[in-house]
């Protein structure tokens, strides 16, 4: 038991979350200096904000009474989806004492890591198909996006890395919208047609991706070649 619990340590994320929090920390002692305690506790407010409103946090930057600008409220939101990203590593790190959940998870993973073992291949365009689950709007965040990740392979570290660039690409999305059009940028996110738009892209993409992977298994798997045929078979 010992053993298995000391296999699920990685200490590559363990000194990456704390490097995140002393980034976290040093932002925090700023804005100690430029507002008080009062500010560290609003911008702490609008990153609890960002989880059930997303990234359309950065439209609050509109509002009279919020002293944070778009990008800055970008970085909040963005600070508080890694560190999200990290506490799930962690806790999936403990995931041998869930039962058969745990269990299941990590049959998996397990499976997905034999895979992408054997075609190399696969690992490239598995994070690239993780970031545009996280970036695009239909897609989700860094709560579903961490499990995602671990039930397609990825080390727990590599998996807050994939989720927090699509974090990082969704947020500067957001922002840059915010920028451009202002506080009407809002309504035309939230336009479902838009939604309905970026959900078939993303359907789309999938599939290329999904078509894509099958055809470079077929190249890689010699039991898939169909052998010669001999002259004696006309």
């Keep these: ?9 990685e200490p590559a994320l363990e000194l990456a979350w704390i490097g995140c929090w002393l980034v976290t920390l040093a932002y925090a002692v700023l804005l100690a200096a430029r507002g008080g305690p009062a500010l560290v506790a609003q911008a702490a407010g609008l990153a609890l904000a960002s989880q059930p409103l997303g990234k359309f946090v950065v439209f609050a930057a509109w509002h009279a009474d919020v002293p944070f600008g778009i ?12 560190h999200v990203c990290f506490l799930l590593a962690w806790v999936i790190g403990l995931s041998r004492r869930a039962g058969r959940v745990g269990a299941w998870m990590d049959a998996r993973h397990a499976q997905a ?12 365009l598995a994070f690239v198909g993780l970031m545009l689950f996280i970036v695009l709007p239909a897609g989700t965040g860094p709560v579903l996006g961490t499990f995602v990740a671990r039930l397609l392979g990825f080390t727990r570290l590599n998996g807050v890395l994939a989720v927090g660039a699509g974090s990082a690409v969704t947020t500067a999305l957001f922002a840059g919208v915010a920028q451009s059009l202002g506080s009407d940028g809002e309504r035309v996110l939230r336009n479902p047609w838009l ?3 970026f959900t078939l892209l993303l359907g789309v993409l999938l599939a290329v991706g999904w078509f894509a992977a099958r055809r470079a298994l077929r190249a890689a798997d010699p039991a898939t070649e169909k052998p010669p045929r001999s002259p004696d078979s006309r």
């Design 1 to 9: 038991m010992a053993s298995a619990q000391k296999s699920q340590r």
């Design 71 to 82: 990008w800055e409220l970008a970085l909040i939101a963005l600070l508080w989806d890694v």
């Design 113 to 124: 890591v034999s895979a992408l073992a054997s075609y190399p291949g696969l690992r490239r």
């Design 195 to 197: 939604a309905a738009a």
